[in-house]
């Protein structure tokens, strides 16, 4: 039976033994897959978690929130490893499937490209890389 429901954020390990959440309340946690049990939470953030993302081998978690910052930390025991600025939310972050390259996408309001582009006034996606 469900207990209550949450609106959130997800990651999952690629091992799929653990996964992450992320809101609201700017708190990671770390849950075990199987069991659906709670095993660790860490909070650096002070605003909301939008995006969470495992890498290759499930050592490393990225968290984008609304603090403009993307946070890197090693799941076991929270310790931050990078922090990645950011000129506006991240909405979306995503590891290369082999290697430490993370991707990530904000919303950049600026007017960057304002006299190649009809449409300047509008928010344009951004798409930018980090590596560690």
Request: charged share 20%.
């Amino acid at each position: 039976a469900v207990v209550s429901t949450q609106s959130g954020h997800y990651g999952r390990a690629p091992d799929k033994q653990r996964f992450a959440t992320g809101g609201a309340d700017a708190l990671i946690n770390i849950w075990d897959a199987s069991e659906l049990s709670y095993l660790t939470s860490y909070s650096r953030l002070e605003w909301p978690v939008r995006t969470l993302s495992f890498n290759h081998d499930g050592r490393l978690l990225a968290a984008g929130s609304e603090d403009l910052v993307i946070d890197i930390a090693l799941v076991e025991t929270g310790e931050k490893v990078a922090t990645v600025s950011c000129n506006a939310f991240p909405f979306c972050v995503a590891w290369h499937p082999s290697q430490n390259l993370l991707a990530y996408v904000t919303d950049d309001k600026s007017k960057h490209n304002e006299k190649h582009s009809r449409d300047s006034d509008k928010t344009t996606g951004c798409v930018k890389l980090f590596g560690l």
